[in-house]
């Protein structure tokens, strides 16, 4: 079967694409970039512009001219048109769409003193999900573009592996602490309400497998992995994917505007998304438009989400053992087998790079959120910081150790140690501190901490392999299979999708102090 189909539109594509290159190089629109406050992202445009542009015009002329043959080459080329389509989508919204929205947002935020776009979170990441969503539900996916579409699935699963090479050891251990408890509590609790309430709802054994695991664990991956030890039909599956599904989307709008309204940090919210969000992409679109310019929420958020695909293996062979004893089908299903086929690799791949960031291999071993501690070679601050230090009135604050860190701050004008660091960082987040010396601290921090080159190109990767995968993601969402959840299952997936998001809030805001 020969799968390329041939048109013009890849040839067109990577058109555009080369010549918004150009334009932008060239400084023709660069009173539009200063319009939209995008200048800073020129060279971004230029290269990501003239690569995929290139792409896009060699493979466009070799569908037009060169006829396919059947093989491995025909199908990779076939995904070509798909992985354009989505690029350009992601180019349109970044570039165009966000800026403008954001232009808008102020506006009304100076006419009636809301600013919407702030609000919620309207960020290219949200807009390229909305518009795969049209494209994919209004326009309809071209026939030439559907095998690519299919392949943004790859993108969020490479963008989930080199995460691994932004964390340390020591920082992975941080936040697995709590990742652990939170995760076990809360995929435990729901795939046991999901059950108890399977069988109020009188629902087939089977269907109450295969959705437990799919609003307990993590989403559409887990559903399938549970599907054959509990004997799921095609029809079950189809209702438990478009409950999460439902639920997913759902959530993937609204938490982001909630964790803004109660001041949730970066962490903070990481945890929560991925410990109350049912699905991985989801889980991963929420961090985004939460954060759409840096991914310290989505490492934490991925964290979480990693640590409950890890707890899959136990749930599978929990919900084996329930379902024989239930049905006594004599059917024998070998859970281990089912566990290492369907277990996803990716999470494999995430553990190999973190393996491999330990090390050294991408920054230096003892590196944190991508950063590494330069000491004495920090850069110092200025006179107007040390000015606001020196104003702090030191009876107010409580602990000696703040104390002591704050005077050998104003002494060397920058923190030589990471347990000085530590603590100046504890100080800033203490109540009583004036604006000034919490930014004077702020400065500090920051001065003391030097990104990795290399840490600092995989961010920028990783943000586009997202930004792909989430749009590409955005086409796959159909009003149908978002309908094909309906009646019990739909109730169910409502009641422990709450529990589990409201839940996950409450523990998460206990554990403020702790968590960020």
């Not at 808008?104 to 919620?120: D, F, Q, R, V």
């Not at 602490?177 to 009188?202: A, E, H, N």
């Not at 707890?311 to 281990?336: C, D, F, H, S």
């Not at 590409?472 to 529990?499: D, E, K, N, W």
Request: aromatic residues 10%; proline residues 3%.
């Amino acid at each position: 079967m020969v799968y390329t189909k041939r048109t013009p539109w890849v040839l067109i594509i990577g058109i555009i694409m080369a010549a918004y290159a150009w334009l932008v190089a060239s400084g023709t629109i660069g009173g539009t970039l200063d319009y939209l406050h995008t200048k800073k992202l020129a060279n971004e445009m230029v290269t990501m512009g003239y690569i995929f542009g290139g792409i896009g015009i060699v493979v466009g002329l070799w569908q037009l001219f060169i006829s396919p043959k059947q093989g491995h080459i025909d199908y990779y080329l076939s995904t070509v048109g798909g992985v354009m389509l989505i690029l350009l989508c992601v180019f349109v919204v970044k570039y165009g769409a966000e800026p403008i929205m954001k232009q808008w947002g102020a506006a009304s935020g100076k006419a009636i003193g809301w600013n919407w776009a702030s609000t919620l979170g309207v960020n290219y990441i949200l807009l390229g999900i909305i518009v795969g969503m049209v494209v994919v539900n209004v326009l309809k996916v071209p026939n030439w573009a559907e095998n690519g579409v299919r392949l943004s699935r790859l993108g969020l699963k490479t963008g989930v592996v080199l995460l691994g090479g932004l964390y340390s050891a020591a920082e992975l251990a941080e936040y697995s602490q709590w990742s652990i408890g939170l995760i076990f509590f809360f995929v435990l609790g729901s795939v046991g309400l999901t059950l108890w309430l399977g069988r109020i709802k009188k629902i087939p054994n089977s269907m109450g497998g295969v959705l437990s695991a799919g609003l307990g664990v993590c989403g559409v991956s887990a559903a399938v992995a549970a599907a054959p030890v509990v004997n799921a039909k095609s029809s079950e599956i189809a209702y438990t994917i478009g409950t999460i599904l439902v639920w997913g989307v759902l959530m993937m709008f609204i938490f982001p505007p909630v964790g803004r309204a109660l001041g949730l940090s970066y962490e903070q919210f990481g945890a929560w998304a991925g410990t109350g969000i049912l699905n991985s992409a989801q889980v991963a679109a929420a961090a985004l438009i939460y954060q759409p310019n840096g991914i310290e929420t989505l490492k934490v958020a991925e964290i979480f989400n990693i640590t409950r695909i890890l707890v899959l293996p136990i749930i599978v062979m929990w919900l084996a053992v329930w379902y024989v004893e239930r049905e006594q089908t004599g059917v024998k299903v070998n859970v281990m087998q089912v566990i290492i086929g369907k277990f996803p690799l990716f999470v494999l791949g995430f553990i190999v790079v973190f393996l491999l960031s330990t090390t050294g291999v991408f920054a230096p071993a003892d590196h944190y959120q991508g950063k590494f501690f330069v000491g004495e070679k920090g850069k110092a601050l200025g006179d107007k910081e040390i000015d606001a230090l020196k104003t702090m009135d030191v009876s107010k604050i409580e602990r000696e150790d703040h104390k002591a860190a704050l005077a050998r701050l104003i002494e060397t004008k920058k923190a030589t140690t990471k347990a000085d660091d530590i603590l100046l960082r504890g100080l800033e987040k203490s109540k009583g501190v004036p604006k000034d010396v919490k930014e004077a601290l702020k400065a500090s921090n920051k001065n003391a901490w030097k990104t990795a080159p290399r840490i600092a190109w995989f961010r920028d990767l990783i943000v586009w392999f997202f930004a792909f995968g989430l749009t590409g993601l955005g086409m796959q969402i159909t009003f149908r299979s978002l309908a094909q959840a309906g009646g019990q299952p739909l109730v169910i997936g409502t009641i422990v999708g709450t529990v589990k998001a409201v839940g996950a809030l409450i523990a998460v805001l206990m554990l403020k102090n702790l968590i960020g």
